[in-house]
């Protein structure tokens, strides 16, 4: 169900329809895994004229870079904590 959701939210960003959608039902796209995958797909849609390298891939993971390795940072404190103090 994830990878749908995943391949959905992608597929509807790329075809310009997820704003309208997201407009439409409001706070039902915020679902942490599809905003995610509209997060990343959104700037490379927007860059995609200029080049698969210096375009898509430059811009890929501009939103969602800091998010990942936050994520990771705190997962990585929170283990180290859990295994002291735990």
């Known amino acids: 169900m994830s ?3 995943i ?3 992608v597929l509807l960003t790329g075809l310009n329809v997820y704003d309208r959608l997201a407009r439409f039902a409001g706070a039902g796209t915020l679902v942490p895994i599809t905003g995610f995958a509209n997060a ?3 700037p490379a849609v927007e860059h ?3 080049g698969a390298i210096l375009g898509v891939a ?3 993971f501009s939103i969602v870079g800091p998010v990942i390795a ?3 940072g705190a997962s990585v404190l ?3 904590a859990l295994c002291l103090f735990g």
Do not use: D, H, N, P
Request: charged share 10%; glycine share 10%; hydrophobic share 50%.
């Open 7 to 9: 391949f959905l939210s």
């Open 58 to 60: 430059a811009t890929l």
């Open 78 to 80: 929170y283990g180290l």
């Open 70 to 72: 936050y994520g990771v």
């Open 40 to 42: 990343m797909a959104s």
């Open 48 to 50: 995609r004229s200029e």
């Open 3 to 5: 990878v749908t959701l």
